[in-house]
């Protein structure tokens, strides 16, 4: 049973992730060993993936392409690009990281499947597929960034079946961490307030959204973002949702935030500009029926924000 009625993209990874077994060093070696054993294969962060079939032979969108765990192993060359993601059942699933300018599915892996952006390729897959790549792409941006000791620079190792990296020279142990951000829709006088950034595509709105920072909670974090980015003033902040964002690892934090005034106005720093919708508009809007103007696809939890006011 979910845990929550919402559930967005990137979410609900449907795997045990097992954590008590990433430090049996045995059991990983037998289990990348075990024909049964799966993994998925990332190249420069896209995923391999395969066509779904319909009854007519036709694709109906894409699910992951899994591996045999043992080629994956031979294509990491060493535990330094392999990641134990878990069990499904009894069924380990690992997953490998390849780098490089060569595509493998035009070379090892050819005839296996494609890899194409995650970003594209997830509103079309299954939810449980997601999730799963989601998990395995933040983890490798993670090892991407963190290859050296945050304590005296040298260059760390991985363990725990990917989950840690060790410093051999002062024995600092690293662990993987995702970054929270609050991702809220203000709301006032019957409309919803959205923003947008210059570096955007001409016309999208979205919700405003910011890192939270230290000694902040998560209210404290979208109050101030609301007030900095647009000068308004939150009186009460509910949760809507939340969805892993693998870009490179974030926790995005959807809130419903009433605020105390319509003035708005953009900070010109992050935003460049602000405009109200009633919920009429705001219907428009994710259908994409407004001439000009449009929001972030379903992918994004913004458009989920938007979708639940407008229609609530």
């Known amino acids: 049973m979910p845990l929550s009625i919402i ?15 990433r430090g049996d060093e045995s059991w990983l070696a037998e289990k990348l060993a ?21 009854a007519d032979g036709k694709p109906r969108g894409v699910q992951i392409a899994y591996l045999r765990a043992d080629m994956a192993q031979d294509l990491a060359g060493g535990a330094e690009r392999l990641l134990f993601l878990g069990l499904w059942k009894d069924i380990a699933v690992f997953a490998v990281d390849i780098e490089g300018a060569a595509d493998p599915a035009e070379g090892p892996l050819q ?112 109050a101030r973002e609301l007030k900095e980015e647009a000068g308004l003033t939150a009186t009460a902040v509910r949760y809507h949702s939340s969805q892993p964002w693998p870009w490179p690892s974030s926790l995005m934090i959807g809130l419903m935030a009433d605020v105390d005034s319509g003035d708005a106005a953009p900070d010109q720093t992050e935003l460049e500009e602000v405009r109200w919708f009633t919920k009429d508009e705001a219907r428009q ?26 229609e609530g």
Do not use: Y
């Not at 559930?7 to 954590?19: K, Y």
């Open 111 to 222: 005839g296996l499947g494609r890899f194409e952006e995650l970003r594209g390729a997830a509103g079309a897959m299954p939810a449980a597929d997601a999730g799963i790549l989601a998990t395995a792409k933040s983890m490798f941006e993670w090892r991407r960034r963190h290859r050296w000791c945050s304590v005296c620079g040298q260059k760390t190792e991985v363990s725990d079946g990917g989950w840690k990296r060790v410093c051999p020279a002062c024995d600092a142990e690293h662990f993987p961490r995702t970054d929270p951000v609050a991702i809220m829709l203000a709301v006032h006088d019957g409309k919803c307030l959205l923003g947008r950034q210059a570096a955007w595509p001409a016309g999208m709105f979205s919700a405003l959204a910011g890192f939270v920072e230290p000694g902040e909670t998560i209210e404290e974090a979208c």
């Open 34 to 54: 075990d024909a049964e054993s799966l993994a998925v294969a990332l190249w420069n962060g896209k995923p391999l993936v395969e066509d779904v079939l319909d």
């Open 285 to 310: 809007l994710i259908r994409g029926e407004t001439e000009g103007l449009f929001a972030p696809p379903p992918l994004a939890i913004a458009h989920q924000l938007i979708k639940a006011w407008a």
């Open 7 to 21: 559930t967005n993209i990137f979410a609900g990874n449907p795997l045990n992730r097992a954590s008590e077994r």
